[in-house]
C-alpha cells in the first residue's frame, strides 16, 4: 500500500524528478474481539518497573460500531476505486492506500509518512496523528493558495459542499484545541464496562460519525480527481487548476430592444405613475375635506360644550322639580278631593232642600183641595186655606247653618299647602318653571308633549283655588277674574314678541276649560242647580254661552261637553216629572175663584215658569232637545190637555197668551210655516176659535158678545203669530 499527499506549487516538480523512498515497514496490529474478555492473571501488573520494559504495548480499544463503519467504508473506497481505474494502468493484485482526514478509530500511528507493502487487498486507515498532520499541510498549502492568488473569485469553489466546508473549518478549530496527546486509558476494562463506554460513545460521537460518512464521500471523489504516477504502487493526489474570475462570471445574452419598444414601456410607466399620482391628488383633497370638516365640528363643538352644560344643569334642575312636584301632588291630591265632595255635599244638600220643601208643598196643597187623597205630615199644613197666587223662588231661601259650613270648608282648603313652598304651591312659579323649559330648550319641550300635560300640571292648583265657585250664586265671580286664569293667558309669550298661531301652547286656556272646568260645572249641575229657578238657569245659561262660543271648539267633539249637556237635560227632565203636575181628572168648575181652581191655576203657572226656564236654553242647547223638552214633553201632554179640560174658555184665552210669550221669536224668523212640534197646539187654538163663536152667539147682551169677538179676534193673532195661516183662512171662512 502507498500513502497519497497533496502539495501546491514547487513541490509538485520536486516530486516527479525525485524517486519515491522506500516504504518502511508498519507494524501491523490486532484487535482484540469484543465478545473475548481479558484474562486477568495475563494482564500485567502496574508498577515501576513496567515503565522500563519496551516489550509492553499499549492498544486503544476500538468500538464494534466503529470497525463496521470502517468496514464499510472500505469497501465503498474500493468499489469505487475498481470503477474508475483504467484497466491497463493497475493490475488486479496491486493494492495501495488511500489517506483520508482522519481515523475513525481513533489509533495512533508514526507521525512520519506511512508506507506498507502490498500485503492485502483492504486498505488500512492511518492512525489519527497521520490524518491531523496531514490536514495541516493541507491546511497550510490551502492558505498560502489563497494568499498567492491575485484575484477574488466570483464565485466560491466549494459552492456545492458548503455545508461541508464550513462545517470542516469548525471542526478544524476544534479539533486543533483537543490535538493534544491523547490520554491512554490504564484501568481494567470489564465487560459491563465496555457496554457502558458504548453508550458514551455513541451519544457523543453522534455528530462525529455523521462527520465520518462526509469524510468517506470526500475520500471517494478525491480518488476520482487523482493521476498515477510512474510508481504504480504510489496513488499521488492530483492538485487542484488553477481556475480564474473569467470562469466564475455567468455568459449573458442581450435581448433584442427596440427604441419603440422602450418609448413604449416608458409610455407605459408614465401613464400608471400619472394615474398614481391623479389618484393620490384626489384621496389627498378628500383627506384635506374631511380634515377642514373635522375643524369645524371640533370648533363648533368646542363652542357647543358651554352649552349643553348649561343645558344638562337646567335638565337636572328641571327634572328634581317635576320628580318633587308629582310626590307633591301625589300626597296633596286626596285632601284636595276631599276637599271638593264636601263643599259639593253641602251645595247639593241646600239644593235637595229647596226641592222637597216645593214638592212637599204642592203634595200637601193637592191634599187639601181634594184633588189626590192620600196623608200629610201635620207640619206642613198651611195655617191658612188661601192658595199663593206666585209661587216662591228657591234662591230667597238661604239658611244661615249653609253659610257657616260654606266657610268652614274654605278655611279648611287654604290650609291644604300651607306646608309647601310657593315654589310649588303656586301657579304662577309653577307656570315659570315650565316657561323656562319653552323658551330655553324648545326642541325637547315640543318632544316631551308638554302642552298636553301642562292641564294636569295646572289642575290640582287650579282646583283649589276655584273650590268655592258656584256660578249659580248671584254673588259669584266670572272665572275669567280669577288669578289663574290671569296667569295662565300670558303662558309663553314674551315682552315685544307676537303670538305664533302655530305655537299649540295658544290653546292652554281652552284645554283647561275643557279638561278642568267643565268637569266641575257638570258637577255643579248635578249637585246645585235648580231647572225650577229661573235665575240659577240664567246664570247657567251664561255661563255656558259663554264657555261654548269662546272656549270649546265646536268643529272638534268634546267628551266633557256631552257629559253636561246630559246631565242638563237629565236635571230638567226629573223637574217635568215631579213638578210639572196638572190632574185630568180632577172635577173642574166654572167659578174660577174655587179652591180647585185656584189650585190648578197654581199648578198650570208652575208648569209656564218652567216653560220658561227650558226655552231659556235654545242656543245653548240643541234645537232637537229644547223641543223635546218643551214642546213634547211639557207643552204637548201637560198645558194643552189641562186647556181643553177647562170649562172656562174665555179664561184660557189669556192662559194661552202667556204660553206663546214664552216661545223664542227666532223659530218663527227662520220660515213662515207652523212648526211640526206646534200643530196639535194651533189645532187647539182654531177650535178654541168655534167655541167662542158659539157661546157669542148664545150672548144676550152687546157687552159679551164684544167681549167673545175681542177674544176670538186674540186668539186669531195668536195663530198669525205661530204662522198657522191656514187655520186663520179656515177659521175666517166658517165665520
Known amino acids: 500500500a502507498v500513502v497519497s499527499t497533496q502539495s501546491t506549487g514547487d513541490d509538485d516538480e520536486a516530486k516527479t524528478s525525485t524517486p519515491t523512498p522506500p516504504p518502511p515497514a508498519v507494524k501491523s496490529h490486532k484487535k482484540k474481539k469484543k465478545s473475548e474478555k481479558p484474562d486477568k492473571d495475563k494482564m500485567p501488573k502496574l508498577s515501576f518497573d513496567d515503565e522500563i520494559k519496551a516489550e509492553v504495548d499499549f492498544k486503544v480499544k476500538k468500538s464494534s460500531i466503529s470497525r463496521k463503519l470502517a468496514r464499510e467504508r472500505e469497501r465503498e473506497k474500493s468499489k469505487k476505486i ?3 481505474q483504467p484497466a491497463d494502468s493497475f493490475n488486479n493484485d496491486e493494492e495501495f492506500i488511500v489517506m483520508d482526514d482522519m481515523d475513525l478509530d481513533g489509533e495512533e500511528v508514526d507521525p512520519s509518512p506511512a ?8 486498505p488500512t ?6 490524518i491531523h498532520k496531514a490536514r495541516k ?11 498567492s492568488e491575485a484575484y477574488i473569485p466570483v464565485h466560491n469553489r466549494r459552492t456545492q459542499n458548503d455545508e461541508v466546508y464550513k462545517r470542516d473549518n469548525s471542526r478544524f478549530i476544534r479539533e486543533d484545541d483537543d490535538s493534544g496527546d491523547e490520554r491512554i486509558d490504564m484501568k481494567v476494562h470489564t465487560e459491563e464496562d465496555d457496554v457502558e463506554g458504548l453508550n458514551l460513545e455513541e451519544e457523543k460521537d453522534e455528530e462525529f460519525l455523521r462527520w465520518e460518512k462526509e469524510q468517506m464521500k470526500k475520500g471517494a471523489s478525491i480518488n476520482t480527481g487523482t493521476d498515477i504516477t510512474d510508481n504504480k504502487n504510489v496513488y499521488v493526489e492530483k492538485p487542484q487548476e488553477r481556475i480564474s474570475a473569467n470562469d466564475y462570471i455567468p455568459k449573458f445574452t442581450m435581448p433584442n430592444i427596440s427604441i419603440d419598444a422602450i418609448s413604449n414601456e416608458l409610455t407605459g410607466e408614465l401613464n400608471s405613475l400619472k394615474s398614481l399620482v391623479s389618484e393620490s391628488e384626489r384621496d389627498l383633497e378628500s383627506t384635506e375635506r374631511a380634515l377642514e370638516n373635522s375643524q369645524q365640528n371640533i370648533l363648533k363643538y368646542e363652542q357647543q360644550v358651554a352649552d349643553l352644560s348649561r343645558a344638562f344643569e337646567f335638565y337636572q334642575e328641571t327634572k328634581c322639580f317635576i320628580n318633587d312636584y308629582s310626590k307633591l301632588l301625589s300626597l296633596k291630591i286626596d285632601s284636595i278631593e276631599q276637599v271638593e265632595n264636601d263643599i259639593y255635599a253641602l251645595f247639593q244638600k ?4 229647596g226641592r222637597n220643601l216645593r214638592r212637599s208643598v204642592q203634595q200637601r196643597l193637592a191634599v187639601q183641595v181634594g184633588v189626590i ?12 186655606t188661601e192658595v199663593p197666587k206666585t209661587c216662591p223662588d228657591s234662591d230667597e231661601e238661604v239658611e244661615q247653618e249653609f253659610v257657616e259650613k260654606y266657610n268652614s270648608i274654605v278655611d279648611r282648603s287654604e290650609s291644604v299647602m300651607t306646608d309647601v313652598r310657593d315654589e310649588y304651591s303656586e301657579i304662577t312659579f309653577v307656570k315659570q318653571q315650565f316657561e323656562k323649559w319653552k323658551l330655553q330648550q324648545g326642541e325637547s319641550y315640543r318632544n316631551a308633549y308638554i302642552t298636553q300635560c301642562l292641564p294636569l300640571v295646572f289642575s290640582p292648583l287650579l282646583r283649589l283655588e276655584m273650590l268655592g265657585w258656584n256660578p249659580l250664586q248671584p254673588s259669584c265671580p266670572n272665572f275669567e277674574e280669577y288669578g289663574w286664569f290671569l296667569c295662565l293667558m300670558t303662558y309663553g309669550y314674551q315682552e315685544g314678541q307676537d303670538p305664533s298661531t302655530d305655537d299649540p301652547d295658544t290653546n292652554l286656556i281652552p284645554i283647561i276649560v275643557n279638561k278642568v272646568l267643565l268637569p266641575k260645572v257638570t258637577k255643579l249641575v248635578e249637585c246645585c242647580w235648580d231647572p225650577f229657578s229661573t235665575q240659577q238657569t240664567k246664570r247657567l245659561v251664561e255661563l255656558l254661552t259663554l264657555l261654548f262660543e269662546d272656549y270649546v ?6 267628551t266633557e261637553k256631552d257629559k253636561l249637556i246630559e246631565s242638563i237635560q237629565h236635571q230638567i227632565e226629573q223637574l217635568i216629572i215631579h213638578e210639572a203636575f196638572l190632574p185630568f181628572t180632577a172635577e173642574r168648575s166654572s167659578n174660577p175663584d174655587s179652591k180647585i181652581e185656584q189650585f190648578l191655576t197654581f199648578q198650570y203657572i208652575k208648569c209656564i215658569k218652567i216653560l220658561e226656564n227650558i226655552l231659556l236654553w235654545e242656543g245653548v242647547l240643541s ?3 229644547v223641543f223635546k223638552l218643551s214642546i213634547d214633553s211639557l207643552l204637548n201632554r201637560h198645558l194643552v190637555a189641562f186647556l181643553q179640560t177647562s170649562r172656562n174658555h174665555m179664561d184660557n184665552v189669556e192662559k194661552i197668551d202667556m204660553i206663546i210669550k214664552t216661545f223664542p221669536v227666532s223659530w218663527f224668523e227662520k220660515t213662515d210655516k207652523l212648526l211640526p212640534q206646534l200643530t196639535s197646539f194651533a189645532t187647539y187654538l182654531a177650535s178654541l176659535v168655534q167655541i167662542i163663536e158659539r157661546k157669542q152667539a148664545q150672548c144676550s147682551t152687546d157687552t159679551d158678545r164684544k167681549l167673545h169677538k175681542t177674544a176670538i179676534r186674540k186668539v186669531m193673532s195668536m195663530l198669525l203669530r205661530i204662522n198657522a195661516m191656514d187655520l186663520v183662512r179656515r177659521a175666517a171662512s166658517n165665520s
Do not use: F, N, V, W
Request: hydrophobic share 15%; net charge positive; proline share 4%.
Open 115 to 122: 508506507y506498507t507493502e502490498p500485503t492485502s487487498r483492504i
Open 125 to 130: 486507515i492511518p492512525d489519527a496523528h497521520a
Open 137 to 147: 499541510k493541507r491546511e497550510l498549502a490551502r492558505r498560502q493558495q489563497e494568499t
Open 82 to 84: 475498481k470503477s474508475d
Open 553 to 558: 271648539q265646536k268643529k272638534k267633539k268634546s
Open 623 to 625: 234645537s232637537d232637545i
Open 373 to 384: 187623597k192620600g196623608q200629610h205630615d201635620s207640619r206642613y199644613m198651611m195655617q191658612s
Open 350 to 353: 241646600r239644593c235637595d232642600d
